[in-house]
């Protein structure tokens, strides 16, 4: 064999026969990183909004910017409680 053909099957992934690749595994996964996504985009949200306004308004706009990032960051450690519970 040659470097190469041992490179490329030392490069295969072989599965745990005690932990089998499930579906179920994968939807879970993929939950984990969706609810990771959502929560870290709805606070950088609220964050670049309130520091994209003007000073004066700042202070008016706090509380429904703080719902908005809570919102979001609840939304999103839901679909990643879901997620690892899949997983």
């Not at 005690?18 to 959502?38: Q, R, S, Y």
């Not at 004066?56 to 609840?74: E, H, I, N």
């Amino acid at each position: 064999m040659s470097r190469l053909s041992d490179m490329i099957l030392a490069a295969v992934w072989t599965p745990n026969p005690d932990h089998p690749f499930t579906l179920n595994k994968v939807f879970g996964f993929v939950a984990v990183v969706i609810g990771c996504a959502i929560a870290l985009i709805g606070a950088y949200a609220a964050f670049s909004t309130w520091r994209g306004l003007e000073p004066s308004r700042r202070r008016a706009q706090l509380f429904p910017l703080t719902l908005l990032a809570a919102a979001f960051l609840a939304v999103g450690l839901a679909v990643v409680a879901f997620g690892v519970w899949l997983f």
